[in-house]
């Protein structure tokens, strides 16, 4: 039999899945906290352990391949001219190759800019601005700019082409390491993201792994080969279009709901399902990845219960107990928690409902009605997910969780402006293997698919 | 393609008609300018935008559905303001409605900053033949 392992360093727990590539199955999952901060091969050992008591054989695997988002993740600052523009076409190639985007500056930086960049420290720097043969100074002076700086983050300079090599010959000659790749807007319509998301994951394989203390895995263990949730955005990919030369689900989005933060992804066109509507903003890609930083289920648990308490949320999963506060700050305190009573769970499928309904709000696309002489006309911001085929729950809330059918709903209602799936068939990943997946694709894409087709619960 | 500049075409306000704007465009390209098409219902702020991560050299505002005035006021300040006081601006289509003495409706719109106002048929000729001279690249 051969057994590829997949891991996942979080900044939580170290997880594993076991998958026999022979007859196509799932072997079995397991999970250990994580020991980033001291040891990480501790951790790692003792999911494998878990794995083993389980009867799965854990020595000589035939494929050992890893993802992480310990120590924070890949966090990366984005810098580009017009916010609207380059600057979001920088945040969104780094949101894509799997990074937290801990800010976006517009313009050229100011001094107050420079000092809070040199004080986020970030891993990586995005450095855009202009497209093709447009403005050339902005990049320039902000180049300059981060010269000047103690920064040693590579920089990832994806601008103006007229003037890219010359921003990366400064750079370089201060010591920075930073690197050229293709403009991230050549044009004004055409976001061109790719090759720099290519450029950020060989940085990460290649610098940022060791920075994280994951070099022991790397030599003892495994290939650290992407940050986690990029490992989910190629599993999204892998479910939408299918392994080469097979089909797939079609349209896909996946809702990942952590401790810190929720995901959204979908591979989706995104094309208006309203004939007529006018699509304006910048193209958005097929494969986008959203993160929002205040919707987690333990970090931010306070606001997200109030949110969920506007919305009226509290009663429909029966919560409203003079406890409440004391068991959200639990949750805060203890951000490792599982639940255990009926009650953990209400709370907890509440504060997803929240997390998932919000954070898809603020992915899908709006349209706007706007009355001409000629009559109403539709103008659509973003991507039209309406007739999106499937929307699929992962995270600990939807594995271990007892709601989650109530909990991915809420991907599917809200505001009529906005442009969310309309009756989309609801899977839940109940064994979290959503990221073991998208590593497994790189090598294995037929078997990822099938055992991941094969694993999904409709709901 | 950007020896003769970059050159942002769209059409203003809550307006739809497109299809003299992208003839403009059509000819613009074929005289050697790289041209930036916005569509229709352009703000100021996507006009402006989209000129300041272009480079561009001149901003061609088309606006055929007679509320050409009240959308264009202010545009030449904003683009002051965003860094662009040097942008050519161009504004052309069906200005106004009804009939009005061309000369007056010419006036008010280079009152508001506009370097150029077309009144209705003009041809994408002229417009070229004027954004050669002002942009200096013939006499």
Known sequence: MQVALLLDFGSTYTKVVAVDLDAVRLLGTAQAPSTVASDVTVGLRAALAGLAARGVPTRDPALLLGSSSAAGGLRMVALGMVPALTVEAARCAALGAGAKVIKGYGYKLSLAEVAELEALAPDVILLAGGTDGGDSDTILTNARALAATALSAPVVVAGNKSVSAAVVGLLQEAGKDARLTENVLPELNRLNVERAQRLIREIFIERIVEAKGLDRVRRQVADIIMPTPMAVLRATELLADGPPGAGGLGEVMVVDIGGATTDVHTVASGAPTVAGAVLKGLPEPRTKRTVEGDLGLRVNAVSVLETAESAGLLDRFRLGSDRLPAMVERLVRETAMVPETDQDHALDAALAAVACGVATDRHAGRVEEVWTVHGKVFVQYGKDLRALPAVVGTGGIFAYGRHGREVLAAATRGDPLRLKPAQPRLYIDRRYIMYAAGLLAERHPAVAYQVLADNLVEV | ?139
């Not at chain 2, 008609?17 to 005289?31: K, V």
């Not at chain 2, 219902?41 to 509320?67: N, P």
């Open chain 2, 1 to 139: 393609m950007l020896e003769s500049g970059t050159i942002i075409t769209g059409v203003i306000g809550a307006d739809v008609h497109i299809i003299g704007n992208s003839i403009l465009a059509y000819a613009l390209r074929q005289a050697g300018f790289n041209v930036v098409t916005l569509g229709i219902f352009c703000s100021h702020e996507d006009f402006i935008q989209a000129a300041q991560e272009t480079a561009a050299r001149a901003i061609l505002v088309s606006s055929l559905y007679g509320h050409g005035e009240i959308d264009c006021r202010g545009f030449r300040d904003k683009c002051r303001e965003a860094g662009l006081g040097g942008v050519l601006l161009y504004v052309g289509g069906n200005l106004v409605v009804g009939k009005h003495d061309w000369a007056m409706v010419e006036r008010t719109f280079l009152d508001m900053g506009f370097d150029r106002a077309y009144p209705p048929e003009t041809m994408p000729d002229q417009v070229i033949r004027d954004l050669q001279h002002d942009l200096g690249l013939r006499s």
